[in-house]
C-alpha cells in the first residue's frame, strides 16, 4: 500500500481506492449512470437532427428508476469502504502473528504485509457464490482498522454472501480476545511482582 494512500485511509477511516479500484468497485454505479443517460442523450441528438423529441408516455421511467438505483449504489458502495476499528493493547509483532493466524484460519492469500498494513484476498470455489475479496488491515499505534470488500482485481461483485462480514468480524473478535488476554497475563504478571 502507497504511504499517501496508508495516511488518507487513517485520516477518513474509509479505505481509499486507485483510479482502477474505483472504477471496478463502482462499475455498478457507472453502468446504471449509463443507463439512465441514454434516454436523454437519444433525445437530445434526435432534436439535434431536427426529429423532434419528447418523451412518451413511461420513458422518464427509463430515467429515473436506473438513476435512482446508481444513487443507492453508490451510497452502499461508498459505506461498504468503512473501516472497522478496534483498539489494540497488543505489540505490533503479536498483531502480525494474530493477523497470520486469523489469515490461515479463513483462508486468505497474502498479497502484502508491511509494518503499517496487511493485505490479503480470497479465492473462493466456483460454487462458493463469491468471486472473492479484498481484506485490508491497516495497523496504527493502538488501534486496527479493518475492511473486507469483494475483490477488486475479479469480477465485479455486489454481494458476498456474508463473507465480507465474517472476515471483519472475525480479526476483530480475535484482536477483543488477545487484548483480554493480555491484559488477565499483565493483571497476573503485576500481582505475582
Not at 481506492?17 to 471496478?24: N, V, W, Y
Not at 503479536?94 to 486469523?102: A, D, F, K, S
Not at 475479496?133 to 454472501?161: A, G
Request: aromatic letters at 10%.
Amino acid at each position: 500500500m502507497q504511504e499517501e494512500i496508508y495516511y488518507q485511509s487513517l485520516q477518513t477511516n474509509q479505505l481509499q481506492l486507485s483510479l482502477k479500484g474505483r472504477l471496478s468497485h463502482y462499475s455498478i454505479v457507472l453502468f446504471l449512470l449509463f443507463v439512465s443517460a441514454l434516454m436523454p442523450i437519444t433525445h437530445l441528438v434526435k432534436y439535434i437532427q431536427g426529429e423532434g423529441s419528447s418523451f412518451e408516455n413511461g420513458e422518464i421511467w427509463i430515467v429515473i428508476v436506473p438513476l435512482t438505483l446508481c444513487i443507492l449504489f453508490y451510497w452502499l458502495q461508498k459505506s461498504r469502504l468503512k473501516f472497522n476499528i478496534v483498539n489494540a493493547k497488543l505489540t505490533h509483532t503479536e498483531l502480525i502473528n494474530l493477523i497470520e493466524t486469523v489469515s490461515k484460519k479463513l483462508e486468505w492469500h497474502k498479497v502484502s504485509a508491511t509494518y503499517k498494513a496487511f493485505i490479503a484476498k480470497t479465492q473462493p470455489s466456483f460454487f462458493s457464490g463469491s468471486w472473492g475479496e479484498q481484506v485490508t488491515i491497516l495497523f496504527d499505534k493502538d488501534r486496527v482498522l479493518i475492511n473486507s470488500i469483494c475483490d477488486l482485481d475479479s469480477r465485479p461483485s455486489l454481494v458476498s454472501f456474508g463473507r465480507n462480514r465474517e472476515n471483519v468480524t472475525t480479526v476483530k473478535e480475535s484482536v477483543e480476545k488477545a487484548n483480554l488476554h493480555s491484559a488477565s497475563h499483565n493483571d497476573t504478571c503485576d500481582t505475582n511482582n
